[in-house]
């Protein structure tokens, strides 16, 4: 393979911020944007080296002879040799771009391999094992950060979910569309934020409520399935060792968190709970996982900023039994080889995995492919809106091709 040009340049996310994209040219172009979070966890690595100028301008100037160099000693021709490959990319870039940038160039190197293999990407990854398919986390409610609902209220809990379980993708992705569509009916609700979710005024429990009737309706009327989960992102309203509650306002240390957050999950019989605690407290996770069991109820408990898709803190949390699935955004860590040997931990810990976009998203559906190629658990996007559905139809376009 011969590269003749990497080009970055400054593109527009969903929510009109700036981002990354990188194009790398062979006898083709292979295109990869990065999304960009707003409730980005403290252990983050960060999106740029100095800023998207100074690593747009030095991917520009990278001396395409010394990616090809790399080509010389290694063809890419199995999965083990691109990542080798993304390796001494990584060498070479390193300390020079940041997280978001390392994302779009290490990916689009991915997907020029794989076409010189005469493979897609998730094609390519999957190399030889049999293709598994992910169940669609849906958002289909926003509040906290990502609120801003009726007359400036919204709940607290960022995220309410639905996660549904079908025969296929596809019918997945429909059960998540009908859920979102009697929520939207059975909430009043008229407005979406920028992950298309609904927007409102009401209280964390009415939100709930509602969302459990939507899935009796789903069950009764539909003889469907689906499951509810919320992302709590309890970081962003954590202060003075106190969850700093508004709506309605009430202030509750760490024991009071974990017994409200239990009696959530058991009242509303939720499935998925993400960061319900402060995301340096691997202890309060555990003690909440425990009290889950105690309790005789089922529940995933997700990291996402406790975790921050980085294996060292993925170890952390296995060795103090913090959580049982976990968050995976790529351009939290930027390298793919980081990526893949998270999941590979989770895996091998029985840990569930869950791909996810970011609240500022692109067009761009590479985490469709790294979902069926590191044959993640879950997948969560948006319900709703172009840049959310992009992610779900190209897995419904691969799941098509399979048939
Ligand atoms: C999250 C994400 C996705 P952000 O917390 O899970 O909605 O939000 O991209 O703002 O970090
Ligand atoms: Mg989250």
Known sequence: MIIKKVIAKAIRDSRGEKTIKVTVKTSRKFKTSSPFGKSTGKYEAKPYSKNLTSDISYINKLDVDNLNKLFQKNDGKTIAQAFLILQDTEKLVKNKIGANSLF?????????????????????????????????????????????????????????????????FSECVE??????????????????????AWLTGKTN?????????????????????????VDIASSSFYKDNKYNYKNPAVDLNKKHQILYINELIRRYKLFYVEDPLDENDFTGFKELSKEIKKTGNKCHVVGDDLTT???????????????????????????????????????????????????????????ADLAIGFRCDFIKTGIHGKVRTRKLRRLIEIEKKLR
Not at 175 to 196: H, M, Q, R, S, V
């Open 175 to 196: 059960i998540n569309e009908l859920a979102y569509n009697l929520t939207g009916k059975l909430l009043g609700a008229w407005t979406k934020n920028d992950e298309g």
């Open 309 to 367: 898709t980085n294996p060292e803190r993925l170890k952390k949390a296995i060795k103090n039994k913090s959580i049982d699935a976990i968050i995976v955004k790529p351009n939290q860590i930027g390298s793919l080889l980081k990526v893949k040997e998270v999941i590979e931990i989770a895996r091998k810990n029985r840990i569930k995995t869950i791909i996810s976009h970011r609240s500022g998203e692109t067009k761009d559906s590479t985490i």
């Open 104 to 168: 779009a160039l290490e990916a689009g190197l991915l997907k020029a391999l794989a076409y010189e293999n005469k493979k897609e990407l998730w094609e390519f990854l999957t190399s030889k094992n049999k293709p598994a398919f992910p169940r669609p986390v849906g958002n289909a409610i926003g509040g906290g950060l990502h609120g801003e609902g009726i007359q400036k209220k919204e709940p607290d809990f960022q995220e309410f979910l639905f996660i549904s379980n079908g025969r296929t």
């Open 205 to 229: 429990e009415e939100v709930l409520m509602i969302l459990d009737n939507v899935r009796q309706i789903i069950k009764n009327e539909y003889k469907k399935e689906v499951d509810i989960g």
